[in-house]
């Protein structure tokens, strides 16, 4: 098993943990979203970032770690959700995503901006304050 699958395995542990509690007990960190879940956690949320990324990708893994950081400094404020995109490839057509790593920014359930590729975490950050 790779380093991202035993991650991946612990995360969804973690989440299966989560589940019973309150918004306030829960870890911080990127939430798993699906094809089914997308909608409703970008409702959920004023301002949802979702990561869009593919376990092959090496871009994609390179931008992981600052999406966590992310997630835990705008906790409150921002929502962060991780979408594999071969998982969940309905969302993926529905949202033209052509390349990854993608982010989709949506404020009030509307997508604001899209963000492409591994960028330097200043100005991920700088991009998802416009809408916060």
Known sequence: ????EEIRKKKIEQMKTDMGKTSAEVSSGPVEVTDSSIDGFVKDHQVAVIDCWAPW????????????????????????????TDENQMTAMRQNIAA??????????????????????????RRIQKFM
């Open 57 to 84: 990708c090496g871009p994609c893994r390179m931008i992981a770690p600052i999406i966590e950081s992310l997630s835990n400094e705008l906790q409150g404020k921002v929502s962060f959700g991780k979408l594999n």
């Open 1 to 4: 098993m790779d380093e991202l």
């Open 100 to 125: 990854i790593p993608t982010l989709l920014v949506f404020k009030n359930g509307r997508l604001v901006d899209r963000i492409v590729g591994a960028i330097p975490k200043e100005q991920i950050l």
